[in-house]
């Protein structure tokens, strides 16, 4: 039974709990993050005939994590089985067997496996597999203080939200890994649909 995220664009603040109750959980150091916060930014101003100012400009926030996809690359390009599905569907990498070699970073689109600098293995956003098998939200979820995050089975997060999309600026389409992930865009995120904004928090993304 897949099982995904749903994330509510027009709720986020940006405010980051979701990420730092992740970190707190999995008692991460500064340099390891399993969920992260992209701040979408785009448009301009223009300055007409009579010297009035006008202006097209949008911000949003993306919280994202794994997306415990239907065809997970990282799973595809593993050369032990190290990173594999359980019987919850999650994803996550088996320690005992991975190597540290990297190519589940290289190939995930939403870039959620990190090798662990400490351990040299691969490691990443598990759905919280033990909370979920005892019937908890993941912890991501249960600290959103304006409750922009869900997670369930895929059907149910369909069921439950019919006008979510599966992608969002600056996020891959959903081609690329048939992501258990439904969002709710914003009036903003429509309007970034071109292609022309950018992610302001790069560094802190680690996308630098």
């Given amino acids: 039974m897949p099982r995904g995220f749903f994330f509510d664009n027009t709720r986020c603040t940006g405010c980051r709990t979701c990420a730092l109750a992740c970190k707190d959980y999995h008692d991460h ?15 301009s101003w223009t300055r007409s005939a009579d010297a009035t100012l006008s202006q097209d400009a949008y911000a949003y926030h993306i919280s994202i994590a794994c997306n415990h996809c ?3 690359v990282c799973t595809q ?3 032990t089985g190290a990173m594999h599905k359980d019987d919850l569907d999650l ?3 088996d320690a005992r067997k991975c190597i540290g070699c990297g190519y589940c970073t290289m190939a995930c689109p939403y870039h959620a496996p990190h090798i662990d600098q400490k351990l040299k293995r691969s490691s990443k956003c598990d759905g919280c597999r033990t909370r979920v098998a005892n019937d908890q939200a993941p912890i991501c979820v249960e600290a959103c203080p304006v409750r922009a995050l869900d997670f369930a089975a895929a059907g149910a997060l369909a069921e439950r939200h019919p006008d979510a999309v599966r992608s969002i600026m600056p996020l891959p389409p959903e081609g690329a890994t048939d992501p258990n992930l439904f969002i709710l865009p914003s009036p903003a995120a429509e309007r970034a649909a071109d ?7 790069r560094p802190e993304a680690g996308l630098a």
């Fill in 70 to 72: 239907n065809s997970p």
């Fill in 91 to 93: 994803v996550w990498p």
């Fill in 29 to 43: 150091g500064p340099d390891l993050a399993f969920r992260m916060v992209l701040d979408y930014e785009g448009g």
């Fill in 195 to 201: 292609g022309n904004g950018r992610i302001a928090n």
């Fill in 77 to 79: 390009v593993c050369p």
